[in-house]
C-alpha cells in the first residue's frame, strides 16, 4: 500500500475519480488544502465528498509555493508520502516542486510550470519547430490592438494562465478586441485566489476539426492512449460541447496528431506525467493549440475507460508513485462512446430539466447527470456552467456521438429568468 499527497483538487469530475482510482489500486492518501470548504460546498446534499475518504485532511497555504514546500516537508517527515499530484491545473506546477523537494517521482517542475503557461508554451514550441498558430504576447493594449492588425482579425485572444476556456474569445474587429482585453483585465485573481499574469495572446484563428491527444509518459517514452475529437459551441467562446472517444478521423489525420503530440511534449521536457494535448487538423497540418499536463476532464478518461478498458486515472496514479502504469487495451463489448453536454443559453434559476425520463430509458445510456433544480445559471461562456451531461456507447461503430446528440436534443431546461 503506498500513501499518496493530494495537493487541492478540481471539484469536477477528477475530484471523484482519483480518489476512487486511489483506492481501488490498495493505497490511501492524504489530502492537502487551503479551503476544505471550497470541496465541501461541491458535494450533492447529504452526501460526503469522496476528497474526505482520505486518511488525513490537511490545511496550508497551497498558494504560497515556498511555504507549500516546506508544510509538505514537514509532514512528509511524520506521515511518510511516496507520490504527489493533483488534478488542478492551478497547482500542478506547485504539486511537481513538492515532489522534487520530497525526492519522490514527479515531471520536472520547470516543464510544468511552462506548460501551464500559455506563453511560455507558444515560445518553447516555435523554438522547436512544433506547428501552432502565429502568436503574439502582449503586456497592454497598445500591444495587443498591434497584435492583432499584425496577424490579421479574426484571432483568438486568451489569458495566459486560465483554464476551462475561461476568456478565450474569438474576436472579428478592433471594438470586440477592446471587449475581450477588458473582460481579461478584470479578472486579476483566479477562482483559487490567485493573483494572474497579465499578459495576454493574440493568436491566429485556426479552422478546422480539433482533437486531443491522451498520452501517459514515463521512464522517457511517450505513450499515446487515444485521440478524442471534440465539439466547440457558445461563440464567439470557445464552450466545449461534446466528445467522442476513438475520434472518428482517417487513419493519417490521427496519426499527424497524435506525432504532433509527441513533439510538444518532448520540447516541453515533459515526462512523467499524463497529458492532454489538443490540436486543431488545418489544411495546412495539425497546430496545437494547448499541452495540459495532468489527465483530460469532462470525462474524457471514462470514455477511454469504456471503450479500451485503459483506466487513465489509475495510470495517473501509478506514474506519480514511479511504477509502470498498465495501458493494455481490453475488449469491452463497446466500440465507441461520447459525451454531450448541456449549454445554458440564458442566466436564471434552474426549474427542471424536461425530457430526462426518455433519455434515461434509452439505449445505449451509460451516464445522465443534471443539474438540481433551483441551481443558478449563467449563459454559458466557459466550461464551468454545464447544466449535465449524457454519455453514451455504441457497440458497432463510431455512432456514439450521433446517439449523444439525440439524446442532448430531448433535454430541455427550464430556466426562469429573474
Same mark, same amino acid.
Given at each position: $500500500?503506498?500513501?499518496?499527497?493530494?495537493?487541492?483538487?478540481?471539484?469536477?469530475? $477528477?475530484?471523484?475519480?482519483?480518489?476512487?482510482?486511489?483506492?481501488? @489500486?490498495?493505497?490511501?492518501?492524504?489530502?492537502?488544502?487551503?479551503?476544505?470548504?471550497?470541496?465541501?460546498?461541491?458535494?450533492?446534499?447529504?452526501?460526503?465528498?469522496?476528497?474526505?475518504?482520505?486518511?488525513?485532511?490537511?490545511?496550508?497555504?497551497?498558494? !504560497?509555493?515556498?511555504?507549500?514546500?516546506?508544510?509538505?516537508?514537514?509532514?512528509?517527515?511524520?506521515?511518510?508520502?511516496?507520490?504527489?499530484?493533483?488534478?488542478?491545473?492551478?497547482?500542478?506546477?506547485?504539486?511537481?516542486?513538492?515532489?522534487?523537494?520530497? @525526492?519522490? =517521482?514527479?515531471?520536472?517542475?520547470?516543464?510544468?510550470?511552462?506548460?501551464?503557461?500559455?506563453?511560455?508554451?507558444?515560445?518553447?514550441?516555435?523554438?522547436?519547430?512544433?506547428?501552432?498558430?502565429?502568436?503574439?504576447?502582449?503586456?497592454?493594449?497598445?500591444?495587443?490592438?498591434?497584435?492583432?492588425?499584425?496577424?490579421?482579425?479574426?484571432?483568438?485572444?486568451? =489569458?495566459?494562465?486560465?483554464?476551462?476556456? $475561461?476568456?478565450?474569445?474569438?474576436? !472579428?474587429?478592433?471594438?470586440?478586441?477592446?471587449?475581450?482585453?477588458?473582460?481579461?483585465?478584470?479578472?486579476?485573481?483566479?477562482?483559487?485566489?490567485?493573483?494572474?499574469?497579465?499578459?495576454?495572446?493574440?493568436?491566429?484563428?485556426?479552422?478546422?476539426?480539433?482533437?486531443?491527444?491522451?498520452?501517459?509518459?514515463?521512464?522517457?517514452?511517450?505513450?499515446?492512449?487515444?485521440?478524442?475529437?471534440?465539439?466547440?459551441?457558445?461563440?464567439?467562446?470557445?464552450?466545449?460541447? @461534446?466528445? $467522442?472517444?476513438?475520434?472518428?478521423?482517417?487513419?493519417?489525420?490521427?496519426?499527424?496528431?497524435?506525432?504532433?503530440?509527441?513533439?510538444?511534449?518532448?520540447?516541453?521536457?515533459?515526462?512523467?506525467?499524463?497529458?492532454?494535448?489538443?490540436?486543431?487538423?488545418?489544411?495546412?497540418?495539425?497546430?496545437?493549440?494547448?499541452?495540459?499536463?495532468?489527465?483530460?476532464?469532462?470525462?474524457?478518461?471514462?470514455?477511454?475507460?469504456?471503450?479500451?478498458?485503459?483506466?487513465?486515472?489509475?495510470?495517473?496514479? !501509478?506514474?506519480?508513485? @514511479?511504477?509502470?502504469?498498465?495501458?493494455?487495451?481490453? =475488449?469491452?463489448?463497446?466500440?465507441?462512446?461520447?459525451?454531450?453536454?448541456?449549454?445554458?443559453?440564458?442566466?436564471?434559476?434552474?426549474?427542471?430539466?424536461?425530457?430526462?425520463?426518455?433519455?434515461?430509458?434509452?439505449?445505449?445510456?451509460?451516464?445522465?447527470?443534471?443539474?438540481? =433544480?433551483?441551481?443558478?445559471?449563467?449563459?454559458?461562456?466557459?466550461?464551468?456552467?454545464?447544466?449535465?451531461?449524457?454519455?453514451?456507447?455504441?457497440?458497432?461503430?463510431?455512432?456514439?456521438?450521433?446517439?449523444?446528440?439525440?439524446?442532448?436534443?430531448?433535454?430541455?431546461?427550464?430556466?426562469?429568468?429573474?
Amino acid at each position: $500500500m503506498a500513501h499518496l499527497l493530494v495537493v487541492e483538487s478540481w471539484v469536477g469530475s $477528477m475530484s471523484r475519480l482519483l480518489p476512487r482510482a486511489i483506492r481501488e @489500486g490498495g493505497h490511501e492518501f492524504t489530502f492537502l488544502t487551503r479551503d476544505l470548504h471550497h470541496y465541501l460546498r461541491s458535494a450533492p446534499e447529504g452526501t460526503a465528498h469522496p476528497l474526505l475518504a482520505a486518511r488525513h485532511v490537511l490545511t496550508a497555504d497551497t498558494n !504560497d509555493p515556498d511555504a507549500l514546500t516546506e508544510f509538505a516537508a514537514a509532514a512528509h517527515g511524520v506521515l511518510g508520502f511516496d507520490g504527489v499530484l493533483t488534478s488542478c491545473d492551478y497547482y500542478l506546477p506547485a504539486a511537481a516542486r513538492v515532489a522534487a523537494r520530497l @525526492g519522490l =517521482p514527479g515531471p520536472a517542475a520547470e516543464a510544468v510550470a511552462n506548460a501551464c503557461r500559455k506563453d511560455a508554451t507558444r515560445r518553447l514550441l516555435r523554438e522547436a519547430g512544433v506547428p501552432g498558430p502565429r502568436f503574439a504576447v502582449c503586456a497592454d493594449w497598445a500591444e495587443t490592438a498591434a497584435a492583432a492588425r499584425e496577424i490579421g482579425y479574426p484571432v483568438v485572444v486568451k =489569458p495566459v494562465d486560465l483554464c476551462a476556456g $475561461m476568456y478565450v474569445r474569438r474576436v !472579428d474587429d478592433e471594438e470586440q478586441l477592446a471587449a475581450a482585453h477588458r473582460a481579461i483585465g478584470d479578472f486579476p485573481v483566479n477562482a483559487r485566489g490567485q493573483r494572474r499574469a497579465p499578459e495576454v495572446l493574440v493568436e491566429e484563428l485556426l479552422d478546422g476539426p480539433e482533437v486531443s491527444v491522451e498520452t501517459v509518459s514515463y521512464d522517457g517514452t511517450a505513450h499515446v492512449v487515444g485521440v478524442t475529437d471534440k465539439s466547440v459551441g457558445a461563440a464567439p467562446a470557445f464552450v466545449e460541447t @461534446g466528445h $467522442m472517444f476513438p475520434a472518428a478521423l482517417a487513419a493519417g489525420d490521427g496519426e499527424a496528431a497524435a506525432d504532433t503530440a509527441l513533439r510538444a511534449l518532448k520540447a516541453l521536457g515533459l515526462d512523467q506525467v499524463v497529458a492532454h494535448t489538443e490540436i486543431k487538423l488545418t489544411a495546412s497540418g495539425p497546430r496545437v493549440v494547448e499541452v495540459n499536463p495532468r489527465p483530460a476532464g469532462n470525462r474524457i478518461t471514462e470514455l477511454i475507460r469504456h471503450v479500451t478498458g485503459v483506466d487513465v486515472a489509475a495510470a495517473f496514479v !501509478d506514474v506519480a508513485l @514511479g511504477r509502470t502504469p498498465d495501458l493494455r487495451t481490453r =475488449p469491452t463489448g463497446l466500440r465507441s462512446a461520447a459525451i454531450g453536454f448541456l449549454v445554458p443559453r440564458e442566466a436564471g434559476v434552474l426549474e427542471g430539466v424536461d425530457g430526462a425520463e426518455r433519455v434515461r430509458a434509452a439505449d445505449g445510456l451509460l451516464e445522465l447527470q443534471l443539474a438540481e =433544480p433551483g441551481t443558478a445559471v449563467k449563459a454559458a461562456r466557459s466550461n464551468n456552467e454545464y447544466l449535465g451531461h449524457v454519455m453514451a456507447a455504441d457497440a458497432e461503430g463510431l455512432g456514439a456521438r450521433g446517439r449523444v446528440e439525440t439524446l442532448i436534443s430531448a433535454l430541455c431546461p427550464r430556466v426562469v429568468v429573474r
